[in-house]
């Protein structure tokens, strides 16, 4: 797309320089409200759907690609969402940016990384839940969807040996549906196709 940097840098939504609010995301957003993030937005219809049904609570979307961003940045551009900010950064790089101050987690349809070698760059790796741990405020909460059940089981069986307790584990989302389900792009477009989405919740203390 023509003018994606552009579109990025002039949106009021972007947060270009996350790194400067590193224990001050308060600032960011001048409330106390907690703060929920979600690592690989994508083109934002999740975090956005979600900012919009809970004005109480503080959202920001995380994607490194800016072909992808710009799709977000563009849904908002005649909105006023005030307790929505975007990140265009790399997921591994988070605790660079959060310290100490993020409620919820949201993997949404993230790379699976299938390769047996390539295991430690999945969000639900031993190496990422070490990463949250310094970003999380006080109980860690992790919820994921995916389509992927190689991932699912990785993840389930990651999160257990971390210490995580899993609740409202399905496999099939669509016939054990959560109230308030907010759907990605490609939760939509999975279930069209009649794709079972899986999904979970971890929490620990």
């Not at 703060?35 to 995380?62: H, L, R, S, W």
Request: charged share 30%.
């Amino acid at each position: 797309m023509k003018n994606k940097e552009e579109i990025i840098k002039s949106s009021n939504y972007i947060i270009l320089n996350p790194y400067d609010f590193y224990g001050k995301w308060d600032c960011v957003f001048k409330n106390d409200n907690p703060i929920n993030i979600e690592i690989g937005m994508g083109k934002g219809d999740f975090i956005i759907g979600m900012a919009k049904q809970n004005p109480n609570i503080n959202y920001v979307g995380i994607e490194m690609y800016d072909s992808v961003i710009v799709r977000a940045v563009q849904k908002l551009e005649n909105e006023d969402i005030k307790n929505l900010r975007l990140i265009r950064m790399d997921a591994k790089e988070v605790e660079k940016v959060f310290n100490k101050e993020v409620d919820t987690i949201y993997l949404n349809f993230s790379d699976p990384w299938p390769k047996k070698r390539h295991s430690k760059r999945r969000l639900t790796s031993h190496e990422f839940l070490l990463k949250y741990d310094k970003i999380f405020k006080g109980e860690k909460k992790i919820f994921q969807k995916t389509d992927n059940i190689d991932l699912f089981s990785f993840s389930i069986e990651s999160l257990s040996t971390y210490g995580y307790m899993l609740k409202n584990v399905t496999m099939d989302l669509y016939n054990n549906m959560i109230v308030g389900n907010i759907a990605t792009e490609y939760e939509k477009r999975f279930n069209k196709q009649g794709v079972k989405i899986c999904r979970l919740e971890a929490y620990k203390d």
